[in-house]
């Protein structure tokens, strides 16, 4: 696509159940990364994809989270049993490649996840 | 391993004034890419400007400039002739191939009219 594409926009869920958030790449970029936004905050690091390498998972903050990446295309950022302190804004980033030349990232528009 | 550094957790000029967003950084790399990302209330991160560390001209990009110092490891942002619509949060982020992006904490700028 033409951009970086979240769904859903906005979710809010019940404390204790498990959600997706999907994250659709621009086409042909390697690299993907999912971040994490409170409220007039910095971008707390989760996760990043390249290529076929093995994710770097080393900011997902426990076990209840977790992420994939299909086809090197598509990816879903999962939480289960949720909780208040998950509430956020979820950002996800696709580059064309990690960190170097063209490093670019562009950014989907977010999942606003409140639990209640 | 790298770092980086925003010091201003907030400022607020006057529409039509200019304003200076500092960033500093870490790294023991010689050729890297430094960026300056604008996030405003609507909350998409855009880019704004890019330098790319082996070259010694400062980056522009219409009433947005940096000012590189790689010696002193500093990459500041100046706005001349701030707008209403630069009210946003502002990231600068630090790229390197061997690297993910690295970022600041960002600096709150409020354009007052």
């Known amino acids: 696509g033409a951009g970086v594409s979240q769904s859903p926009s906005n979710k809010v869920t019940e404390k204790g159940k498990d959600v997706e958030l999907r994250c659709d790449p621009i086409s042909g970029h390697t690299a993907l990364y999912w971040y994490r936004q409170s409220l007039g905050q910095g971008l707390e690091f989760l996760i990043y994809?390249?290529?076929?390498?093995?994710?770097?998972k080393s900011g997902l903050p426990s076990d209840r989270f977790s992420a994939e990446r299909t086809g090197g295309s598509v990816s879903t950022l999962t939480i289960q049993r949720t909780q208040q302190e998950d509430s956020a804004v979820y950002l996800c980033?696709?580059?064309?490649?990690?960190?170097?030349?063209?490093?670019?990232?562009?950014f989907g528009q977010g999942t606003r996840l409140t639990v209640v | 391993a790298q770092t980086v550094t925003q010091s201003q957790p907030e400022m607020s000029v006057q529409e039509a004034e200019t304003v200076t967003l500092s960033c500093t950084y870490d790294t023991s790399e010689s050729n890297y890419y430094l960026f300056w990302y604008k996030q405003p209330p609507s909350r998409q991160m855009i880019l704004v400007i890019r330098?790319?560390?082996?070259k010694q001209q400062n980056a522009t990009e219409n009433r947005f400039s940096v000012n590189f110092q790689k010696a002193a490891k500093s990459f500041s942002l100046k706005i001349s002739d701030s707008q209403l619509g630069d009210t946003a949060m502002y990231f600068c982020a630090f790229g390197h191939s061997n690297y993910q992006l690295i970022w600041g904490a960002g600096t709150k700028l409020i354009i007052k009219p």
């Open positions: 994809f390249q290529g076929n390498s093995a994710p770097d």
């Open positions: 980033a696709s580059s064309l490649r990690l960190g170097g030349l063209n490093t670019e990232a562009f």
């Open positions: 330098q790319e560390a082996y």
